[in-house]
């Protein structure tokens, strides 16, 4: 099983960490969020990632193509070059395809340029700016019971704002970030059959949320799987300041591998 995760996007709205480096190597706790979601697709042994790189991209090349040197103790012997690692990191079985997807493109034509490395009959998709603790063995096990096309994760994250109780301008109650039990959004998170590439084209313009998304809804092939625990995105810096504290304060539901 293939783990496709978009990585190409610029960050406009994180604009005071993404001048530089692309969304997904925005750092939390030390490591890019990138580095994260990569860690629970493996915490469920899911290990063989396909990354659609555009803005940036050659900073997450160079990541991964420095990570033993920089994720391990070494010796060197200046003048020969001669280099041995003296330990392993814990990924040691990733397998990270890195594919330059467009400047420019927009999510589906991302999706379909990565169509050739697609090994298998399913494959799972998410966006490289979103953490969760979601139970990927229990997606998997959804999506292959429903048969159809694609599943998508639907979450119902808190409120970005306080919520008022009123009766004409007497506040009757306060709750500072409600769940909204009632609105379900998309949280990435995808399983798709393969059949999904005939949905999809190389064109820049195509958005695998709108056309693509909306035939196979049209048609009944899609699936939502839904996830009542945790879930965030890093849109904004008021996301990521969130994310920050979370993981600083030890409390980052998302760190699953260190459950």
């Known amino acids: 099983m293939q783990v496709v995760i978009l990585c190409g996007g610029k960050g406009t709205r994180l604009r005071e960490e993404t001048e530089f480096k692309p969304k997904p190597m925005v ?47 070494f010796t060197i012997e200046l003048g020969s070059q001669r280099r041995q690692l003296l330990d392993q990191h814990p990924e040691t079985n990733w397998r990270v395809t890195l594919v330059d997807t467009g400047l420019e493109s927009m999510t589906g034509a991302r999706v379909k340029r990565i169509e050739p490395y697609i090994e298998g009959e399913t494959f799972m998709l998410t966006y490289g700016d979103g953490v969760s603790n979601l139970n990927l063995d229990d997606l998997l096990n959804f999506h292959h019971a429903h048969g159809k096309i694609g599943t998508v994760t639907g979450v119902s994250p808190p409120s970005r704002y306080g919520e008022l109780g009123i009766e004409g301008d007497q506040v009757l109650s306060f709750r500072e970030k409600p769940q909204v039990q009632q609105a379900f959004i998309s949280g990435g998170y995808f399983v798709f059959n393969r ?29 939502v799987y839904h996830h009542r625990g945790f879930w965030q995105c890093m849109d904004t810096l008021r996301d990521y300041e969130y994310l920050k504290e979370l993981w600083q304060q030890g409390q980052a539901p998302w760190s699953v591998w260190d459950a």
């Not at 059949?195 to 048609?219: D, H, I, N």
Request: glycine residues 10%; negative net charge.
């Open 195 to 223: 059949l999904v590439f005939e949905y999809l084209t190389p064109e820049g313009s195509c958005v695998l949320e709108r056309e693509p998304l909306e035939q196979l809804t049209s048609q009944g092939q899609m699936k």
């Open 27 to 73: 750092e939390i706790g030390g490591k890019p969020i990138l580095w994260h979601i990569m860690k629970t697709y493996a915490h469920f042994g899911l290990t063989d990632f396909i990354l659609c790189l555009g803005y940036r991209g050659d900073v997450i090349k160079q990541f991964f193509l420095n990570y033993e040197w920089l994720h391990s103790n």
